[in-house]
């Protein structure tokens, strides 16, 4: 059973709150009303979800689930981001839907993967590190890191590596210090998958991943 609990997401959370998870599986987002909501988003994200800043997420191609979940946390103060201060405090669960699903109907950008680093994250990615038990990120992100959208899982394909870094980081923190990233529910998969990882293997794998399409 443990090893199976191992095999959840790789690189963000996908579960942290009852109520958020039951509003992720319920609501459904209206991709029209949601372009219109997320007017003030393409300030650092991109009017299509493909931010041109490699600190801001690329929203494009997300994943609607994990999108309306991740910003229900933010709103909700579950996932502090600085960044994010202020922007989505007013809104409901069904603005929140409407603009995941905005995001999430447009085709993302892909990156070029750092050349001396692909070996290494492809092996990551694909194998995992048993010896540390961390488990290979394709389980839940798949082959091209599309994710599973369905099952909150985030597409990770062409993201930026800053950032995929950036949180991967931030989980290896949460493991120990409630001040990271602890997004990822109490069995802390992301968290226990991130604390076994080195600085480079976390350079590797984040830049691997930023070139998967």
Not at 28 to 54: L, R
Not at 98 to 126: C, H, M, N, Q
Not at 166 to 194: C, F
Request: hydrophobic fraction near 40%; include cysteine; charged fraction near 20%.
């Amino acid at each position: 059973m443990k090893k199976l609990l191992i095999l959840g997401a790789f690189i963000f959370g996908a579960v942290s709150s009852t109520l958020s998870v039951q509003a992720a599986d319920i609501l459904k987002g209206d991709p029209a009303a949601g372009e219109q909501k997320a007017a003030a988003c393409g300030a650092c994200h991109g009017a299509d979800g493909n931010s041109m800043v490699s600190m801001f997420p690329k929203l494009a191609d997300l994943g609607e689930k994990y999108l309306l979940q991740q910003t229900q946390y933010i709103r909700d103060g579950l996932r502090p981001v600085a960044q994010m201060q202020g922007q989505v405090d007013d809104m409901s669960d069904q603005d929140l839907a409407d603009i995941a699903a905005y995001f999430s109907s447009k085709p993302r950008s892909v990156e070029k993967a750092d050349p001396t680093l692909i070996a290494l994250g492809e092996k990551v990615y694909r194998a995992g590190i048993a010896d540390r038990n961390v488990a290979a990120c394709i389980a839940c992100h798949g082959a091209r890191g599309a994710g599973n959208a369905p099952a909150g899982f985030p597409a990770l394909g062409g993201q930026y590596a800053d950032y995929v870094s950036a949180q991967l980081k931030a989980y290896r923190k949460g493991y120990e210090d409630p001040t990271g990233r602890v997004t990822d529910g109490d069995i802390k998969i992301m968290r226990s998958n991130a604390f076994g990882l080195s600085d480079m293997e976390i350079q590797a794998v984040s830049a691997y991943v930023s070139g998967l399409q």
